[in-house]
């Protein structure tokens, strides 16, 4: 089985900045892509950022200019680069990786909150 391990989440004032990680088990292999989501209460889960083991990514509008993800491909490792931080991005952040025949396996987190407030 794959487990990740997130770290990286807390509290921080409007316009502040945090860096989110998830390192994957070794178990992980064939990788596709790794990326972040995360849900509100009381809203639907959302897409924030996504990487490709080939470097393409994909980010939702509203944190475009703001969020910057990378990945380690050697440590099995995401990040995302959380600046300008706005209270509308507080949420639980979940890592999720894509790995096997087209992506077809999927592993999730067990989440890092993240709160945005003055």
Known sequence: QVQLVESGGGSVQPGGSLRLSCAASRTAFNINSMGWYRQAPGKQRELVARITSGGSTNYADSVKGRFSIS???????????????????TAVY????????????????????????S
Do not use: F, H
């Open 71 to 89: 990945m380690d491909n050697a440590k099995n490792t995401v990040y995302v680069q959380m600046n300008s931080l706005k209270p509308e991005d």
């Open 94 to 117: 979940y890592c999720n990786v894509r790995m096997g025949l087209r992506g077809s396996i999927e592993y999730w987190g067990q989440g890092t909150q993240v709160t945005v407030s």
